[in-house]
């Protein structure tokens, strides 16, 4: 979350996604970009967003999914934009966890994307493809209707992403994120007045993960104790938490989605209730589930031929039945 954490901030951003993670990991940091060279291969042109506040000034907005999706389109059209790539209009989104979420929130942008005056308007969005997605809103509907409501979705989501100091790691950035985005919110709604200077001084100054690193090694199991006993201004919090996410209006595009059973930082019911919801609307949205017991971070690398071939045939203009759910 910190300036210095974006695409363009590390030494060759132009490489095959690397995690900090995996045992193969060779940086302090994740970098590169899923399936790069794969792509490059087969003559596509690829382009990366560092987002909104990583590089760019302005404290970064993860996990606001309306903004990372606008950052993702804008990307695209810089790239259209530049007559030496070659690129064409057909554009494909794609992308992993807080990526995925930009895809998905980027499929339902269509307002946005049809917005005349930008340097590359008309983009012919042939696709998404969303790895691990996220989509707070769908967790928690109508959950501003009242405060019983926000406070039970609010402690829900807190329970939910409190089971170990990983998973709270993420929580944490997107309150950081999503305050960021609103700043009428306060972070002393949720944490106590230490822990929100300890999460603003962190997530300031330094990189996704190497933060879940920092509370494991400050607080170990104690790391909840930088929360408030109980939540305040919940509506608030719900109604941004809603506004920031993915908007509840019908992809312009098909989307695909793959994921793995074996996945705590992005929970499956997230984009399953996310389908279902599309899906109700007339959209083409699939779910594929990856072979074995992938976890989030596995799912970019096992995923990869699959979505490879995906585009392929997107690019072909190969017929796509709806993948809906039969009810």
């Known amino acids: 979350t910190a300036q210095n954490c974006g695409p363009s901030q590390v030494i060759n951003p132009a490489a095959p996604l690397n995690q900090y993670f995996l045992v193969d990991g060779n940086s302090w940091t994740d970098y590169g970009i899923p399936n790069l060279e794969e792509f490059i291969k087969e003559g596509y042109v690829i382009v990366a967003t560092d987002y909104q506040g990583l590089g760019g000034g302005g404290k970064h907005q993860y996990s606001v999914a309306g903004t990372n999706g606008r950052d993702l389109i804008n990307s695209a059209r810089a790239a259209i934009s530049m007559r ?16 995925g979420g930009a895809t998905i929130a980027a499929a339902s942008l269509g307002a946005y994307l049809n917005q005349k005056g930008s340097v590359a308007d008309d983009l012919q969005v042939l696709g998404f493809v969303a790895m691990a997605p996220q989509d ?28 170990n100091v990983f998973n709270f790691s993420h929580f944490a950035m997107t309150m950081w994120g999503t305050q960021a985005a609103y700043p009428n919110l306060k972070l002393t709604d949720l944490f106590t007045d230490p822990g929100a200077k300890v999460l603003d001084q962190v997530l300031s100054n330094k990189c996704m993960h190497v933060i879940a690193d920092t509370f494991n090694y400050a607080y170990g199991a104690e790391f909840k104790t930088l929360l408030r006993d109980k939540p305040i201004n919940s509506i608030v919090w719900v109604k941004a938490l809603i506004d920031g996410s993915v908007p509840p209006v019908k992809p312009i595009a098909p989307v695909v989605i793959y994921w793995g059973t074996k996945d705590t930082a992005v929970p499956p019911i997230m984009h399953e ?7 109700a609307m007339g959209a083409n949205i699939e779910r594929i589930q990856l072979p074995g017991e992938q976890t989030h971070f596995s799912t970019p690398g ?11 045939d997107r690019v072909a203009g190969k017929p796509l039945a709806n993948a809906c759910p039969k009810s």
């Open 84 to 99: 030496d790539t070659g690129a064409s209009k057909r554009t494909i989104f794609y992308g992993w966890s807080q990526g």
């Open 136 to 163: 707070a809103a769908v967790m928690i509907p109508n959950a501003s209707k009242d405060q019983a409501t926000a406070d039970k979705a609010l402690n829900g989501l807190i329970k939910l992403f409190s089971d």
């Open 273 to 279: 209730l996310y389908q279902k919801q599309m899906c």
């Open 302 to 312: 096992v995923s990869a031929p699959m979505y490879l071939q995906w585009v392929k």
